[in-house]
């Protein structure tokens, strides 16, 4: 009879995760004290959503009652082909298609379900990047890989253009280990980062980074020390990503919903500032484009300009 981790395994398999793995869910001691260290140097900016519920990102069990088990899914989201040109506009990779969090959220679901169609009553709670959860972390303690200087995570079979997601189970699961720390002397990332982001190896100004700047800052103006150091970036930035070695392995993701939508490809900047709100909607309806609303890409194209 197959026993509960193979079958989990298995079947996230089945719906397209290409890496499970289990850790057992207790206090992340290390990463309370670099979170707090963290949050004191400021490097949160105005995301001041990161200082809420510190208890609960770091000790599942005060999250979901009667957590015993952290399993780490990771979904491929690199395309197959780069879709803008250097002189238009660019969106990360990751938002290329429909919302992940709409994607993945179902997947989860329909395997928590059949883990309690399998096994009976398994109480269980999805999380996919809009709960305080450190799902870096856990992805290190299950083995998916190890935290890049850029503070992604890295894996030798994909690279690190995958989203993460957790789900708690109240159910004990033999735990899987970490792995070794492969970035060597490797300082690509740290290199290639324009705003000078990554101010240590493995620490991130999340205040000096592009994904920041053109997603989460909703300020009206983009601090003008940043001017001509964006490298066209309007949504989201993969640059740390696009320079690491480890992204030779990437393999083109096979995920119908990720696949971009028609026209988005053409989208140069005078679309972008002459763009109305009705075919905004309309073509990022899904997408996590929608976050910016058309007003913040709008902000974003503009500070793009040249001049």
């Excluded at 290329?96 to 309690?116: C, N, P, R, S």
């Excluded at 709670?125 to 190890?146: C, I, N, Q, Y």
């Excluded at 119908?256 to 026209?263: A, D, I, L, S």
């Amino acid at each position: 009879m197959l026993d509960l981790k193979s079958f989990v395994k298995h079947k996230a398999q089945e719906l397209g995760f290409f890496f499970t793995g289990f850790s057992k869910a207790e206090f992340l001691e290390d990463e309370a004290r670099q979170l707090e260290k963290w949050l004191n140097a400021q490097h949160h900016g105005k995301m001041s959503y990161m200082e809420n519920h510190f208890d609960k990102r770091v000790d599942p069990r005060k999250l979901f009652d009667g957590a015993k088990t952290v399993i780490s899914l990771a979904l491929n989201y690199f395309p197959e082909e780069e879709i803008f040109d250097e002189n238009q506009p660019k969106i990360s990779k990751y938002a290329y298609g429909e919302d992940y969090h709409f994607v993945i959220k179902d997947k989860v679901k329909t395997l928590l379900q059949a883990m309690q169609d399998t096994f009976g009553e398994i109480n269980g709670r999805a999380f996919v990047d809009s709960a305080p959860v450190l799902d870096k972390a856990w992805a290190k303690r299950s083995g998916l890989g190890w935290m890049g200087k850029h503070t992604n995570i890295i894996t030798r079979s994909h690279g690190s253009f995958f989203f993460i997601a957790e789900l708690i189970i109240d159910v004990a699961i033999e735990p899987d280990g970490p792995i070794p720390d492969y970035c060597g002397t490797c300082t690509a990332c740290i290199d290639a980062c324009p705003t000078d982001a990554i101010v240590q190896p493995y620490v991130v100004d999340g205040s000096k980074c592009i994904s920041y700047l053109t997603i989460e800052l909703k300020e009206a103006i983009i601090d003008p020390v940043f001017k001509g150091q964006m490298e066209n970036w309007a949504f989201g930035c993969d640059i740390c990503q696009d320079v690491c070695p480890w992204n030779r392995f990437s393999k083109a993701h096979k995920e119908p919903r990720f696949y971009p939508p028609q026209g988005l490809s053409k989208l140069s900047e005078k679309d972008w500032l002459e763009m109305t709100e009705e075919v905004f909607h309309e073509l990022f309806k899904r997408s996590p484009v929608k976050r910016t609303m058309l007003e913040g890409m709008q902000r974003n194209v503009r500070f793009l300009k040249k001049g």
